[in-house]
């Protein structure tokens, strides 16, 4: 099976084209810069139809991940970089795909949970979820987000393709043992006594395994009568408190410092990104996936988190003994 991922040069990106490689399949990423990887990654501007048109005609599977990391200050620039990135790389995706004499069977978009509202009282699933926008005393950098998130999946509606179906997934976080991923951000600020709730702790935390995110994308790739809006998250979201006690129990360390709010203002202006990827409440499940029987490996976070610091610890000692 040919696989065509058009920003795949990221960290969920590498974990999908190493996880689909390694079975075999014939996987080409699409990105901005040069890269050397088992597999080839082609050249393209994420805006522009060009040469890199030709593998997608022929493909069996398109997924596409573009869109310019949220980790960042949200000046008017990163703002602009930010919708673009997502906007037009969607449409030019669309384009090369109606275009194609062979289009893909099917076409995974990427978007993303944070489009659901900010709330504590039940979880928001593909049915009856809440979207956000309109949280009293919400912040604007909190309104940007989904403002950014309605704009891609609009832009991925909007393209019409014939023979092709199309699922979009609002993806939680990806948790894996990779260096400088989220995961290892967090096991970093547990193994530095730092692991304390953030804010008050009372915020939900939506998350997924990488290896069930694997999994999901196989199975939504193989599953021809799923398509639209799929939430790809854990079924068991987490208040922040009560995932990074889970994260210290799993890694053997029996004190967090917790951050108040406004230490994690300050922090963030140092760190050059937004206290809403940590402060927000996103309480996200996956109905549909549990309505078609996807079974996840790791539902609960006790266990991921056990296997996670037990990988993280194999990684760590096969790079020192390197």
């Not at 795949?8 to 050397?36: N, P, Y």
């Not at 906007?87 to 990427?110: D, E, H, N, Y």
């Amino acid at each position: 099976m040919k696989i065509v991922i058009p920003g795949g040069s990221g960290q969920v990106g590498t974990i999908l084209a190493r996880a689909f490689h390694a079975r075999g399949d014939d996987v080409v990423v699409l990105s901005r810069r040069a890269a050397a990887r088992p597999w080839p990654v082609v050249a393209w501007d994420g805006a522009t139809l060009g040469s890199w048109q030709r593998e997608i005609d022929g493909c069996e599977v398109v997924i596409n991940l573009t869109g310019r990391s949220v980790n960042c200050r949200y000046t008017a620039a990163h703002r602009e970089e930010i919708l673009q990135s997502r906007v037009r790389s969607t449409r030019v995706v669309g384009q090369a795909i109606a275009q194609a004499a062979r289009p893909p069977r099917v076409w995974l978009q990427a978007s993303t949970a944070t489009i659901y509202a900010h709330r504590y009282d039940r979880p928001n699933d593909e049915h009856t979820g809440i979207l956000g926008g309109r949280e009293p005393n919400a912040p604007g950098t909190w309104r940007f987000s989904i403002d950014v998130a309605r704009a891609w999946e609009q832009a991925f509606e909007e393209v019409a393709t014939v023979g092709t179906r199309k699922v979009a997934l609002r993806s939680a976080m990806t948790l894996s043992p990779d260096p400088g991923g989220v995961f290892d951000t967090l096991l970093a600020l547990t193994r530095h006594r730092l692991g304390g709730r953030a804010g008050h702790g009372r915020q939900f935390m939506s998350w997924i395994h990488d290896e069930d995110f694997v999994s999901a994308i196989r199975w939504l790739i193989a599953r021809g009568d799923v398509e639209g809006v799929v939430n790809v998250a854990s079924p068991h979201p987490l208040p922040n408190a009560e995932f990074m006690r889970v994260l210290r129990d799993a890694y053997g360390v029996s004190f967090g410092l917790p951050a108040s709010r406004w230490i994690l203002e300050i922090g963030a202006v140092f760190l050059r990104t937004e206290t809403e990827l940590i402060l927000k409440s996103r309480r996200v499940v996956p109905a549909k996936l549990l309505e078609q029987g996807f079974m996840f490996r790791f539902p609960h976070w006790r266990d991921a988190a056990r296997d996670l610091c037990d990988r993280w610890r194999g990684m760590a000692s096969a790079s020192s003994a390197a």
